[in-house]
């Protein structure tokens, strides 16, 4: 007989969308609508499956969430109506204490703390699910080392975690793959890491991600895992559940000279990855050419003419990114020129400085405050180089243009 399962994480339902800079009205308001969409499509998913397993952050703390509340319950209403069990852990954005004024429907289990073990029969399969929920928002213990599979055919285990290893998320709750693999589940159904992996298959260690990307950072498909079991082998597949993708594309505008050009190699590029839930494209504009001189309020006023008319379902909102430099032959320029020699020069050495500011500097600083970082994205490596490189290319390019 088997049994089916859904699993899913960081809905972080009710968060907006961040780092759109400029968009319509129209399109803001299907933006927000979009998180709730992917939301909607997941309940229908997990209607037809025995059980939901709901692995941390489903809400966000300190924003007002009345809608995103009343959709969870309303949606737990409907499926434990169905007869679907649906198993939730509390993440670092939703901790156990956030749950307490929640009326939850019967049929749906939220693990405390302490953790537990609930077991469910469906036909002649028995399923043990064993979980442990974030009692606070910082939490540094391993909860994951206290879970303890009792008994059952197919048993699972559910906990928001940072598995040692993984990148871009606060170390809460941290465990290692070995506390993981030590245990004796088939399947860890683990939340946090918002990049969807399966990271091991035997046993299945697996975060499914976030539903709806909601920054630049988040690209691509996005959505839960099903989980099928035939009594003997278990079987996980992807799918896909958020209506709206983000996309980053670079585009090199070497030997490109004109902006007849520059617009239908755009417009090319929309319909590229122009699909039905609607797509926010980033283009980062870079190589050497004589569009350079464009500036930033030129690719404002081109950005504006892209996505004009863009208030359709299937939306592609384009964003520029100018990482073009002059045509010139640096080197060249500065064996003719002795001030653009010295500018170089200066350019140059301003690196070493930049880097300084940044490691150990007040621009570290302020890139170690996560409320900062979030919004300016973390300096990358080749990031610092391209700071003073811009600032290089900016002043070469007023220079030249004043000629
Ligand atoms: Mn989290």
Redesign the pocket.
């Known amino acids: 007989m088997g049994a089916t399962f859904i699993h899913a994480?960081?809905l972080h339902l009710g968060t907006p969308f961040r780092g759109l800079g400029e968009v319509s009205p129209g399109l803001r308001k299907r933006l927000i609508w979009a998180s709730f969409e992917a939301f909607r499509r997941l309940v229908d998913v997990a209607r037809e499956a025995d059980l939901l397993l709901l692995a941390?952050?489903v809400l966000e703390t300190g924003l007002p969430h009345l809608r995103a509340r009343l959709e969870l319950v309303k949606a737990l209403k409907s499926l434990s109506q169905e007869g679907v069990r649906v198993f939730l852990v509390a993440?670092?954005?939703d901790p156990f204490p956030f749950w307490q004024d929640l009326s939850l429907p019967s049929g749906v289990t939220l693990f405390s703390p302490q953790g537990g073990v609930e077991k469910v029969t469906l036909g002649d399969e028995r399923v043990s699910v064993s979980g442990i929920s974030?009692g606070d928002r910082r939490v540094r213990e391993n909860l994951a080392h206290r879970l303890v599979p009792r008994g059952g055919d197919l048993r699972l285990a559910l906990v928001?975690a940072?598995l040692q290893g993984q990148e871009g998320?606060?170390p809460?709750a941290p465990c290692s793959l070995g506390d993981l693999v030590s245990r004796n589940f088939h399947y860890w159904a683990l939340?946090?890491?918002?990049k969807g992996q399966v990271v091991l298959e035997d046993p299945w260690v697996v975060y499914p991600g976030n539903l709806q990307g909601r920054h630049p950072g988040e690209r691509g498909e996005k959505g839960c895992m099903r989980g099928v079991w035939d009594g003997n082998s278990l079987e996980v597949e992807f799918l896909p559940l958020s209506p709206v993708l983000w996309e980053t594309r670079s585009l090199s505008l070497e030997g490109v000279e004109d902006s007849e050009t520059l617009l239908a190699l755009l417009e090319g590029l929309k319909e590229e990855v122009r699909w039905p839930g609607g797509t926010l494209l980033k283009v980062i504009l870079e190589g050497p050419s004589l569009l350079y001189s464009l500036g930033e309020e030129g690719l404002k006023e081109l950005e504006g003419m892209l996505n004009q008319g863009e208030d359709r379902e299937d939306f592609v909102w384009i964003s520029l990114r100018d990482r073009l430099s002059p045509p010139v032959d640096l080197e060249e320029l500065v064996s003719q020129e002795e001030f653009l020699a010295r500018l170089v020069e200066e350019a140059r050495s301003l690196k070493g400085t930049v880097e300084g500011l940044l490691e150990g500097g007040e621009l570290s600083a302020l890139w170690g405050r996560r409320d900062v970082a979030k919004w300016l994205g973390s300096p990358g490596e080749g990031e610092r180089e391209l700071l003073v490189e811009k600032a290089l290319r900016r002043a070469l390019s007023f220079m030249l243009r004043e000629r």
Do not use: E, L, P, V
Not at 191 to 194: A, E, P, R, S
């Open positions: 994480a960081d941390g952050d993440g670092n954005h974030h928001h940072f998320h606060d809460y939340g946090h890491i918002h």
